[in-house]
């Protein structure tokens, strides 16, 4: 009984830095230019956990398109999940699709 209960705490503690490592280095793919202003706030957006109730953790986000000074782009979560959301400087942030998993 005290092996498993010590091979649960390693697992749990591993599965915490893992997490640590991901909200860390967030990987960020823009395949065109755009204004820094604009890519800065979309990854300060991004980083971090998704909420305080749901404990997800942004891993990589893909700048899908940039017209008419706004960026729109999808936030893939750790360990399921993404959100597709856009960004201008005049409306702010705004989520076009909820929360849904990966199919």
Known sequence: MKKIFKILIIITI???I???IFSANLIISCDFDMPNET?????SQ???VYSNKLPLVAVYV???DYSDK??????HYFPF???HMSYSEIDGFNIEKQLTKLS
Do not use: C, F, M, W
């Open 81 to 83: 999940g993404t959100v």
């Open 39 to 43: 890519y800065e706030a979309v990854k």
């Open 14 to 16: 591993a599965i915490i």
């Open 18 to 20: 893992v997490l640590r």
């Open 46 to 48: 991004a980083e971090g």
């Open 70 to 75: 706004k960026a729109y782009y999808t936030t």
């Open 62 to 64: 893909d700048i899908t």
